[in-house]
């Protein structure tokens, strides 16, 4: 077995126990497990003092040293705050800029064909378009006569289905969220995060230095997204776009408006609108942004002209500035904090992203933190992952929130904070 693979295990088999802090050692040397008598073990400050300001403790010293704060607590993934790291010397060549060879002159049509050629709202869009941005209707003809009905897309959206809500919330069944995670917390996933961050530490730098966005987040968020790259989507997007806006009542507000900002993004950018491939859903690139995240924010990192998703250091820093921008995130807080419950199952508050409750109160419901949870005394979120044996009772913070504003669920915010806490322990101890 090789040493990058048994270093990924190491860091899910920690998931199981408790750990000190360790100092991150300097490129090159040998790390030693932070278990052993002979480790050096550091005390942790914590961040907020009684005045009610944070101290946070830089992790990059001029020594070339990093103090890590503790990753594990009771069997799961424990976040602290990061500080920014300094952007390292020497940047990449960027990647050269496709060339705009694709001209709206170039696609035209007197008539609406395809499969949504007497589609009463298609030519209802198609009259806004032209009335409120100035398309030519020629050019929008020619794109939508290319637009082929997305059967698959329409199915996996829901848009076929026949049942009538009940309105009842759904419980988790015991076990979802063993379910959920094994998807994400894996030992190739690991590997591949390290990996990914080995080749991009200095756009991840960067943007860390220019966002307040802690490195190993943007990691977690394109290794759930898209496993680093490795799969983001065969769908064609307009016709994914247009057939969910047009066939799926329910969503179709939502989808008109993704399709407008679509050819809008396609127009500005000088991209034929044919050309991107993505989810069933429209989302496209590393970072699988729609396309109203696209216009608002995603930023050309890289610095060579022109805004590419489908690139690292694009999706990288548009990440970055998503969680700076909409999500408002605040670098000197932590992010979640595993609490000690001693009973079976919880159903007394209730729970989710959403939710607010003073920590005295939930302590006052037998509740105790791992851990001093650096000091955040603050409201905090109530989480509940039902495992097999038991729930599993978090406490978010706003930056937990954040990550929720980029997929609305406790499970996918709880996944890209365990697999961006996961890959930076095995990403150190590879130093």
């Not at 100092?23 to 052993?36: F, H, N, R, S, T």
């Not at 940047?91 to 050629?117: C, K, R, T």
């Amino acid at each position: 077995m090789s040493y990058f693979k048994i270093v990924s295990l190491i860091a899910i088999i920690l998931l199981g126990t408790a750990c000190v802090q360790i100092k991150e050692p300097k490129k090159g040397a040998i790390v030693l497990p932070p278990y052993q008598t002979h480790g050096t073990v550091t005390t942790m400050q914590p961040p907020y003092q009684s005045g009610g300001t944070a101290t946070v403790q830089p992790p990059y010293q001029s020594g070339g040293t990093a103090t890590v704060q503790p990753p594990y607590q009771g069997g799961v993934i424990i976040q602290e705050p990061q500080p920014r790291p300094p952007v390292s010397q020497g940047p990449p060549i960027p990647v050269p800029p496709a060339p705009n060879i694709f001209s709206m002159n170039s696609l035209s049509s007197p008539y609406l064909q395809g499969s949504y050629a007497n589609n009463y709202k298609l030519k209802k869009f198609i009259n806004n378009m032209i009335s409120k941005h100035g398309f030519r209707r020629d050019y929008l003809n020619g794109v939508f006569s290319s637009v082929r009905r997305d059967t698959e897309a329409l199915k996996k959206i829901g848009a076929f289905n026949v049942s009538k809500p009940t309105g009842a919330k759904k419980t988790a069944p015991p076990g979802s969220w063993d379910k959920y995670r094994s998807n994400f917390l894996t030992s190739s996933r690991i590997e591949k995060g390290v990996k990914f961050w080995r080749e991009n530490e200095y756009y991840l730098n960067k943007a860390a230095e220019q966002y307040g966005v802690a490195p190993a987040y943007i990691v977690g968020i394109i290794g759930v997204e898209t496993n680093f790259g490795g799969f983001t989507g065969k769908h064609n997007v307009l016709n994914a776009l247009t057939s969910i806006s047009l066939e799926f009542p329910k969503r179709s507000k939502f989808f008109t408006m993704q399709l407008e900002n679509y050819l809008l993004m396609t127009k500005e950018e000088r991209i034929d609108p044919r050309s991107i491939e993505g989810s069933y859903a429209g989302a496209f690139g590393l970072s699988q942004f729609m396309p109203d995240s696209f216009r608002d924010y995603a930023v050309d990192h890289d610095g060579n002209g022109q805004i590419n998703l489908f690139t690292k250091a694009d999706a990288i820093g548009s990440v970055a500035n998503f969680f700076k921008v909409k999500g408002k995130w605040n670098e000197n807080i932590p992010v979640a904090v595993l609490t000690n419950y001693s009973k079976n199952r919880f159903y007394g508050l209730k729970t989710g992203f959403k939710t607010r409750y003073a920590q005295k109160h939930l302590l006052s419901l037998g509740m105790k933190p791992v851990d001093n949870f650096y000091g955040y005394r603050e409201d905090v979120a109530l989480i509940k992952l039902s495992r097999y044996s038991k729930d599993e009772m978090w406490w978010g913070t706003p930056n937990f929130h954040s990550i929720a504003r980029y997929n609305p669920k406790d499970h996918y915010a709880m996944a890209v904070h365990q697999l961006a806490q996961a890959v930076r322990i095995a990403y150190w101890r590879q130093r």
